[in-house]
């Protein structure tokens, strides 16, 4: 089973998102990271549209105040699954668990109050009012608990007899503290005999709460971050304005603009090849992260996007090399691709992203790897993307490039700081057998040795 906490470190950018959620409740983060890869349709479709219904309501500024009140009172939930277990397997509670169960039970009415004001129904909390009569025999509806006098009149009895003999008799009055104790032991027996009935519903009522704050925190980041809802998809993947929210953010603080990109991924492999720098690593990167972003009930990085849910994203980005292990890149590269391959040969409907594959190996011998992956690939009518450099390839599968450098548009000293700015990161589509070279004229523009680039120019194959 994959779930969130499986892969937020293994999905580049995938913290940075789940950091971003204003989780009002340290329950909520245990909830979310515990949440399932979702697969099936019905399953995904549902915690799609249930975030859309959130976000409508938290965007709309009618609601300002009630998700402000709405927050304080999510920000308020503790995890009481402890107490909860207690009275599901029929134990007797002290007076903090007591509270701890009342508390919450007010805060659960209060929440489904706020909600009913605005006739929201996704969600629906089970009722918890008997459980505050329970807990509240006097109903003031406070979040406080002791043994009240009003459980019993002979505890009240024994009270006042007590508070008034205290001065002038100890023996009797230590006497009725006793006998006080034995009363209040047997309340507390009742009491959490009675809240066994009600065992089911408020662990149902504490994972609903959770469920409200993760809706909650996933529509105000889709809003604060300009992502859109995705659209299911049979047949391609497409997105229009797809970006990297979290190098989004670091260009924004350097006042500089992410560039955007549209690509579409039909059931067929496709082959992506550009400069160095020109991004087709942070395209693979911010693919996965999309795609696991939908499957996880997210919305997603672009201005548009139809999705074709996938059973697994398999990847082969980085250098993947293990001191650890012992195994070299491109062992290591070779055991992620055999992976890939597996999958295909098994029918798996998956979704392959692979960088610059077999970079690490002989020209000659990379090259063979390269053509007879995407024949594989392309046989087994799966969405994929390969990133390379190598020329020649005897491959008919479609082919997208980084447009890359704009020499024309250079009108002063570029430096590794601004570099970028002069950078297309837009794909286009390209039937060329050749890969573009553009090593030496961006090592040129950035003030490299001269006679070195002379000398490797000379060394260049035409």
Known sequence: MTTLRSIIDKVNGMRYMVESLELCSSLAKRHLLSSEYLYAEES??????????????????????????????????????????????????????????????????????????????????PSLEKVIDILDPDKKRIAHFYIYPSYSNVLAGLRKKQESLKDENPEEC??????????????????????????????????????IDILLAKAIQADKMSLCKPKMSVDNTSYEGLFNPQLKEVLLAQSKDFQEIDICLYESPCLITGANMAGKTVVLKTIALAQYLFQFGFFVPAKNAEIVPVEDIMMSIGDDQSEMNGLSSFAAEMLNINAIIKAVHSGKKVLALIDELARTTNPEEGRAIVNATIDILENGNIRSLVTTHYNGLETSCRKLRVKGLMTDKITSDVTIENINDYMD???????????????????????????LLEKADKYTVR
């Open 425 to 451: 990161y837009s794909l286009v589509e390209n039937n060329d057998d050749i890969v573009p070279m553009e090593a030496l004229r961006i090592a040129a523009v950035l003030g490299v040795d001269k006679q």
């Open 174 to 211: 230590e006497e009725i503290r006793l006998k006080c104790l034995e009363i209040e032991d047997e309340i507390r027996q009742n009491i959490s005999r009675e809240l066994y009935e009600y065992a089911k519903p408020l662990m149902e009522a504490l994972d609903s709460v959770a469920y």
């Open 44 to 125: 995904l479709a549902k915690e799609i549209e249930n975030v859309d219904e959130m976000f409508s309501i938290a965007k709309d500024a009618v609601n300002t105040d009630l998700i402000e009140k709405l927050k304080m009172k999510l920000g308020h939930i503790l995890d009481i699954r402890g107490s909860l277990n207690n009275i599901a397997n029929a134990a007797v509670l002290d007076d903090i668990q007591l509270f701890e169960v009342k508390r919450f039970a007010l805060l659960v009415s209060e929440i489904d109050a706020l909600l009913s004001s605005i006739d929201y129904k996704t969600v629906v909390l």
